[in-house]
């Protein structure tokens, strides 16, 4: 249960000082947008206290595959046909420019594994390597990521295997130790100035003519400002957020080691590879090259990660049948946030700021919104983004529990056997 990034992570002790009874800013979540936020407020001098119901990176912030990409769900297309060209062209920037931000974080200042391996991304079909190549072919001005074709025929310098129909590598993708990408973070904001309590859930936000109480189960902080950087782990605590965000259960495995040269023998570039199925799989060599780290969405209704495992293995093994006698030796879980139009969503509710929803694919988005929503509580014109503004959709029936997800996994499973 313990995620292979956490096992020897020098994790801060928790942590006992009470609480401080004010603080400019009150930030809740110690996750990657938690943190990027309270290194801007703190760094400005404004008195800074981050929260979190567990510990440092509870949520999914110690728990990801890791894996960096060009993160906007919606295509150019989509989101043209939605808010217009321009709108749209901005939105797409902002993923590309959460991947360069994560790129000179952590080659220029930072110490997180970071790999710039690429990505190689299969083709469950052969129409769906066809439409892969010509996206390729046609990417719009201004928004290019670099990608070669790889036709079946010369798939097996990516990957030993005969279950993708071709595919495209993004050179661009990258990948970093989750755990590492964490602390790290962690030590900007506390050498800021910003300050963590953790084992410490809020329970209720009360506004108040200088601010908010911020209720929490080790005492009250009035708070000038509060971030809500909860993600998929927002619960009754802001109903209307609760209301936008659907929690998904996101499962991972790891082998036991293999040693370097055979996970080389299997994922020859050592790349991160996802394919092109609706419910989709990611795996990645470990950061010390040792094992395969393998992840989806295992289970219709959320279960024990341990319960996840068989189904992860044989998922694997379908794409990797060299590995039916591997052993798995970790399996871990977390709740991504989605939201009703797939994009993430910024800004301020009630007077509360909010940063979340990035669709199973924050490592490269949550750094980087979180270091604009800082800003933006700073009052400061770069924390503006081009996703400000925009309406945060909910849907009738919608109260927190995403009853319509099983129905909608399931149907999904199935257009991916028939190969649609
Ligand atoms: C198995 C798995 C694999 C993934 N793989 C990838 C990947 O390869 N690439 C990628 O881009 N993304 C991946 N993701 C998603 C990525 O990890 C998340 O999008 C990102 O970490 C979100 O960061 P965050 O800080 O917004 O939220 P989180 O890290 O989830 O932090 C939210 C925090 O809020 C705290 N909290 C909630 N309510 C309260 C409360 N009332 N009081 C106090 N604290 C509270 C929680 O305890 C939690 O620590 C994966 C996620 C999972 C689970």
């Known amino acids: 249960m313990t995620p292979l990034w956490m096992e020897n992570a020098p994790l801060p002790p928790p942590s006992e000082e009470p609480l ?40 999914c912030s110690s728990r990801n595959g890791g894996q960096v990409a060009y993160s906007i769900k919606p295509t150019y297309n989509d989101l043209t046909g939605r808010f217009g ?6 939105i797409c920037r902002e993923g590309l420019d959460a991947m360069a931000y994560l790129r000179a974080l952590s080659t220029r200042e930072i110490d997180c594994g970071w790999r710039q391996n690429g990505c190689f991304f299969g083709a469950h079909t052969p129409r769906h390597f066809s439409n892969m190549a010509r996206d390729a072919e046609r990417q719009p001005r ?35 130790d989750p755990t590492r990408l964490l602390l790290a973070l962690w030590r900007r904001a506390i050498g800021s100035g910003a300050t963590l309590r953790d084992h410490c859930a809020v329970t209720a936000i009360n506004t108040v003519p200088e601010g908010f109480d911020v209720l929490t189960e080790r005492g009250v902080v009035r708070a000038r400002q509060v971030l809500l950087a909860t993600n998929g782990y927002s619960g009754p605590l802001s109903p209307w957020h609760q209301r936008r965000v659907m929690p998904i259960g996101s499962y991972q495995i790891a082998t036991e080691p293999l040693g370097v040269e055979a ?9 991160n590879i996802v394919d092109s199925r609706r419910v989709v799989v990611y795996f990645r060599p470990s950061a010390d090259g040792e094992r395969i780290v393998f992840g989806g969405r295992a289970a219709l209704a959320e279960k024990n990660p341990l319960a996840c495992v068989p189904r992860l293995k044989r998922m694997l093994v379908q794409i990797l049948p060299q590995l039916q006698s591997v052993r798995v030796s970790h399996a871990w879980a977390g709740w991504v946030a989605y939201t009703f139009d797939t994009l993430p969503h910024l800004g301020r509710h009630a007077g509360i700021y909010y940063c979340m929803g ?20 700073l009052g400061l014109e770069e924390g503006r983004t081009a996703l400000d503004g925009l309406p945060f959709p909910a849907r009738p029936y919608y109260w927190g529990k995403p009853w319509f997800l099983a129905p909608s996994v399931f149907a999904y499973r199935v257009i991916d056997a028939i190969g649609v």
């Open 20 to 59: 401080p009874s004010r603080a400019d800013v009150v930030v809740i979540g110690a996750g990657y947008t938690g943190l990027s936020a309270a290194r801007e407020t703190a760094a400005a001098g404004r008195s800074t206290l981050v929260l979190d119901a567990g510990g440092l990176g509870a949520g």
């Open 358 to 377: 990035y669709c199973g694919q924050g490592v490269p988005l949550a750094p980087y919104f979180g270091k604009r929503i800082g800003q933006q509580m």
């Open 85 to 90: 060209a321009d709108v749209a062209f901005r």
């Open 263 to 271: 996970v080389r023998a299997l994922i020859p570039r050592a790349r």
């Open 142 to 176: 201004g928004l290019e990521q670099s990608i070669s074709v790889v036709p079946k025929a010369e798939q097996a310098a990516e990957i030993a295997s005969a279950y993708y129909h071709g595919g495209c590598v993004y050179h661009d993708d990258a990948s970093v």
